[in-house]
């Protein structure tokens, strides 16, 4: 996933965790894929 994607995911995270409703901090990046980056953004 590129930086914006994971970006917004983490922020879609951490207010589940403000709201209580996941149990502690996720880091969202280190449950990313990044091997397809190259093909994902070349024509972006």
Sequence with gaps: ???F???SEQ???D???AE???PGKVA???HTDRRFNDIVTKDA
């Design 15 to 17: 207010a589940f965790t």
């Design 5 to 7: 994607a994971i970006a």
């Design 20 to 22: 209580g409703l996941i």
């Design 11 to 13: 922020e879609m995270a």
């Design 28 to 30: 969202f990046a280190d």
């Design 1 to 3: 996933m590129v930086g």
